[in-house]
């Protein structure tokens, strides 16, 4: 049987991820390693990169807990779910692991059953697979450097590379932030789009705007049920036919 997908499975896999973290790691360290960023780079883009991770695992944890209190959960029984997260203080987070692991490992008696409980949170379907993203972030690296390597004007160039990225952020943030990670970038891309209406209307038919279709309609594929995804595949077809109507189409398409 095919493993869902909910808010407690992902904490779930993420606190997973920090318990096999070395003990004497700072725990910010372990919450990136747990992402799947490793140390490097400056102090300011380290500290991006926490600050980015806490966002989403928040967002995760406020989910779940607003899930739970509709359906009648006692803060006290809430209280074991949200208590380590309250280690992750501006201070915490220098703290070593091992001085919060335990608070972390009790969390995960109180996750899973939540997690596998029929009709209780909102599933977002079948996990997507890491071959299916894996797949997805092979076909975006090769657009990418034909892209790169191509004849096309510098600004269709920046057009289609940064659709590209918004992409390759969902695939990014998918692990901890679900399904939602690509609805956000259904959303980002259109209102892309919206802005470069022209370009996408002028290059249509060139290969590599082929291409990045081919890749939206994988995204759609590979997330199941995204019709968030549907709807730009949708909006890259109308608006090279349509460019007049353009901004009323993607507000449309956003409600």
């Given at each position: 049987m095919a493993e869902r997908e909910n808010s407690a499975f992902r904490l779930y896999r993420f606190i997973q991820r920090?318990?096999?973290?070395?003990?004497?790691?700072?725990?910010?360290?372990?919450?990136?390693?747990?992402?799947?960023?490793?140390?490097?780079?400056?102090?300011?883009?380290?500290?991006?990169?926490?600050?980015?991770?806490?966002?989403?695992?928040?967002?995760?944890?406020?989910?779940?807990?607003?899930?739970?209190?509709?359906?009648?959960?006692?803060?006290?029984?809430?209280?074991?779910?949200?208590?380590?997260?309250?280690?992750?203080?501006a201070g915490g987070l220098v703290n070593q692991w091992q001085r919060i692991k335990g608070v972390f490992a009790a969390s995960l008696l109180s996750l899973r059953p939540i997690a596998e409980t029929p009709n209780l949170l909102t599933d977002d379907g079948v996990v997507i697979s890491k071959d299916e993203l894996a797949e997805l972030s092979k076909d975006i690296e090769a657009?990418?450097?034909?892209?790169?390597t191509s004849d096309l004007p510098a600004s269709v160039k920046e057009f289609i590379l940064h659709q590209?990225?918004?992409?390759t952020g969902a695939i990014r943030d998918y692990p901890l932030a679900g399904v939602k990670a690509f609805k956000q970038a259904a959303k980002d891309a259109i209102f892309h789009e919206v802005e470069h209406s022209e370009i996408v209307t002028q290059?249509?038919?060139?290969?590599?705007?082929?291409?990045l279709r081919a890749?939206?309609?994988?995204?759609?594929?590979?997330?199941?049920?995204?019709?968030?995804?549907?709807?730009?595949?949708?909006?890259?077809?109308?608006?090279?036919?349509?460019?007049?109507?353009?901004?009323?189409?993607?507000?449309?398409?956003?409600?």
């Open positions: 920090m318990m096999l973290q070395p003990d004497a790691l700072p725990a910010s360290q372990v919450v990136l390693n747990a992402f799947g960023i490793e140390k490097g780079g400056d102090a300011h883009q380290q500290n991006a990169n926490v600050a980015r991770v806490l966002g989403l695992l928040f967002t995760e944890l406020e989910s779940l807990v607003s899930e739970l209190k509709r359906h009648d959960y006692s803060d006290e029984a809430i209280k074991p779910i949200t208590a380590p997260f309250d280690t992750l203080s657009l990418r450097q034909e892209v790169q590209l990225n918004i992409i290059y249509s038919e060139k290969p590599q705007m082929t291409r890749i939206q309609a994988k995204v759609v594929k590979a997330s199941k049920f995204s019709v968030e995804f549907a709807k730009l595949l949708s909006a890259m077809d109308t608006i090279s036919h349509h460019s007049g109507a353009l901004l009323g189409w993607a507000q449309h398409l956003l409600k």
